[in-house]
């Protein structure tokens, strides 16, 4: 029987006792009490089930005349669209994009199809341009957003391009994609990454705060290279000291990652040096976001020389400005009291994740004394990879976020009334050092990173009797605290399918394999120039390399190799690997690991005993140069160790000569694993449990 207008009418007055059903997922309940044919299709629509909405209308709309009709629909339209806001606001983008699609084509409006975009690009949905091909009138709004989330795509493009010289519209992206540009991780893939770059280089390639940006990413992706073209341009467009710290740090970040201008690197890092002691002459306070920056700068001295005396000299300046100007503006965030009576420790880093750190911290967290401890990570990057839902497991996992103000984090870990706050970044991290020169927890310490950041909040940086000398012990204005054995242990690493073969690499099977995969910051060319020297007095040897821009390196490396009299075609340079595992299980190639100086190896180091690889380092002074010296000697070895250059290249020519010592020390490595400091981490684990026991007190 058909129904009246009237008895549309009557059903109005009850419409909210459907919509309240519906919006309960109560699909039922809702059709019983949907008398009006809109409100049946609508539930049916909200329910998936489009062609019994489709029905529903149908019947509604079959028996009226042209008048009814127009009314009637501009009612359904109506209806449509504030159920589609409805469940817009409560996160359905996909049920808002069909309510508003039916909305549109009862009622057609530029805004509604612009809605139909926006929900369809929110709800990932494929269909978004079917809407915008609808869309004529003047929407930056929308523009906006297809360059938020898809740039990519050609439809998006011709609508959003025509924009690009607005200048409202460079304003509102700017400051929309800036941020995401610098986001670790990325938020978009990098095809969508790298045109927000582009964009952002075109509309605003001259503002400072465009080309810090574009600098960080292009480095953060691992473009070195085209970094440089920004951070030497942010340079010479800087006009004071705190600029010139900013732009020369990233100058020279980008020149050492490129694995290949460590001449140069020097060289910008005296630029910086002299702006860092003009901006400490100067006393000036930085903004915020400067001054963490500025805390950790100096962490190049590592890489450039081993001078632990001159070098925390300039470390303990500025830790202790930055902290000095920290407090000044926010305090200190010391908790008051101690809860409970088990020890209570916490770990702060941006490497709770496929990182180095990550690898190596998790064994500790993992046999950490449950009954004596409650332990806290506090992730400033949290990716939820496997090995940061591995520390989730172990630990209390705080979640944080680098886009979060440090004084919010430092009060966010001192609700956690710790005893003991262990920073695992150092002068890797600058919110790291911001959040420690807070002191949200009574005691503090260092653990990995590169060196003690020496921000005087920090009492004291772990160490073992073997890495630091006594000398560079003497530097330190954090006091070394020293474990009995070794300061890092592992159970051992996961290990992949290999990549490379030496059939691949066009290595005979015969031929002894020198080995290195630092990162580039550490590839010291006088270092490059000891390994030549061995490879020089091997004949029948190969230098595999990896780390940093390839094609640099590989130029780098041929340069020097040709100076030292070798031939370049026994070089193999080869790119990063597409995961850890795979990287050590490409390790089997490796007769001998040489290592770098005056940085060596960390995890590197660390994988190559694990994989039972003979190694070679130079012991020198400072934390940083002695770490494979440590690592050795608790995995119960001795060969390989040299104390100078001259028994460095005399170690490598040794070990690339001597097949059965090379064996003797794989077995050496083999039988170690079982009882060797450097994989007992159960033992460690309490010996750093008696460690805090100690700084409390």
């Known amino acids: 029987m058909r129904e009246t207008p009237h008895a549309f009418a009557e059903n109005r007055e009850r419409s909210d006792l459907p919509a309240r059903s519906l919006r309960a997922e109560d699909w039922a309940g809702a059709i019983a009490l949907a008398t009006d044919p809109w409100w049946r299709g609508i539930v049916h629509l909200v329910a998936g089930e489009e062609e019994a909405a489709q ?31 409805h469940w817009r606001e409560s996160g359905y983008p996909g049920r808002a994009w069909v309510l508003e699609r039916y909305a549109c084509e009862l009622a057609p409006t530029a805004a509604g199809w612009a809605q139909t975009v926006v929900d369809a690009l929110a709800a990932g949905l494929e269909v978004w341009a079917e809407g915008l091909a609808q869309v004529t009138d003047d929407r930056p709004d929308l523009a906006l957003t297809l360059l938020l989330t898809v740039p990519d795509a050609p439809a998006a493009q011709g609508f ?61 992706i691992g473009e070195n290279g085209t970094s440089l073209i920004y951070a030497e341009k942010l340079w010479h467009s800087s006009v004071d000291a705190p600029q010139k710290v900013a732009a020369s740090y990233l100058w020279v970040r980008g020149l050492m990652q490129t694995g290949g201008k460590f001449a140069a690197a020097a060289a910008v890092y005296e630029h910086y040096q002299a702006a860092a002691q003009a901006v400490l002459a100067q006393d000036r306070s930085l903004p915020t976001p400067e001054l963490l920056s500025f805390m950790t700068a100096g962490a190049f001295h590592l890489y450039l020389g081993d001078r632990p005396q001159t070098t925390h000299a300039f470390f303990r300046q500025l830790g202790e400005f930055g902290q000095r100007h920290l407090r000044q503006r926010y305090g200190a965030f010391l908790p008051t009291q101690p809860r409970g009576n088990r020890l209570r420790v916490g770990y702060l880093s941006e490497c709770f994740r496929r990182h180095s750190v990550g690898w190596l911290a998790r064994w500790l967290l993992r046999y950490h004394d449950r009954q004596a401890c409650d332990v806290f990570t506090y992730s400033l990057i949290p990716t939820g990879d496997d090995l940061h839902q591995g520390f989730a497991a172990h630990s209390h996992l705080v979640p944080l976020s680098l886009a979060l103000p440090v004084p919010e984090m430092a009060a966010r870990i001192q609700q956690d009334g710790l005893d003991v706050l262990v920073d695992l970044d150092s002068l890797t991290s600058s919110h790291g050092c911001g959040v420690m020169a807070l002191q949200p927890a009574r005691h503090q310490l260092t653990w990995l990173g590169s060196d003690a950041a020496e921000v005087p909040a920090i009492e004291g940086f772990i160490v073992d009797p073997y890495v630091l000398s006594a000398a560079a012990a003497q530097a330190y204005g954090s006091a070394p605290k020293i474990l009995p054995q070794t300061y890092i242990a592992v159970d051992g690493f996961e290990v992949g399918v290999p990549t490379h073969r030496r059939r691949d690499l066009e290595i005979p099977e015969t031929a002894v394999v020198y080995f290195s995969a630092q990162s580039p910051y550490k590839r010291h060319p006088d270092t490059f120039r000891h390994q030549m020297q061995i490879l020089k007095a091997v004949p029948h040897s190969f230098f595999v390399i990896k780390g940093g821009d390839r094609a ?55 994988e190559a005993l694990w994989q039972e690889i003979p190694l070679v380092t130079q012991v020198g002074q400072q934390f940083s140069a002695r770490n494979s010296y440590t690592m050795l000697i608790n995995a119960g070895l001795t060969e390989g160790i040299a104390w100078n250059p001259a028994e460095y290249i005399a170690w490598g020519i040794r070990l690339g000569e001597d097949q059965g010592l090379r064996q003797q020390i794989r077995e050496k490595l083999r039988v170690g694993k079982q009882s060797a400091p450097l994989w007992d981490t159960r033992t460690f684990a309490r010996h750093m449990e008696d460690l805090y026991r100690q700084v409390v007190g």
Do not use: K, S
């Open 160 to 220: 959003w391009r025509p924009y690009q010289a607005q200048p409202a519209f460079q304003t509102l992206a700017l400051a929309r994609l800036l941020p995401q540009l610098l986001a670790v991780p990325l938020p978009q893939p990098l095809a969508v990454t790298r045109i927000w770059a582009e964009f952002c280089a075109e509309v605003g390639g001259d503002r400072p705060e465009v080309l810090a940006t574009l600098t960080n990413y292009y480095q953060n």
């Open 55 to 85: 029905a529903a209308w149908w019947l509604g709309l079959a028996e009226l005349d042209e008048a009814e009709l127009l009314a009637q629909q501009t009612r359904l339209a109506e209806l449509l669209r504030t159920e589609g806001a």
């Open 552 to 606: 640099t390196l590989a130029h780098y490396a041929q340069t020097i190799a040709q100076e030292e009299g070798v031939d370049p075609q026994r070089l193999r340079v080869l790119a990063g690997d597409r995961t850890e595992e795979i990287h050590r299980a490409n390790l089997a190639i490796a007769d001998v690991v040489l290592d770098t100086y005056p940085y060596n190896g960390a995890t590197t180091t660390l």
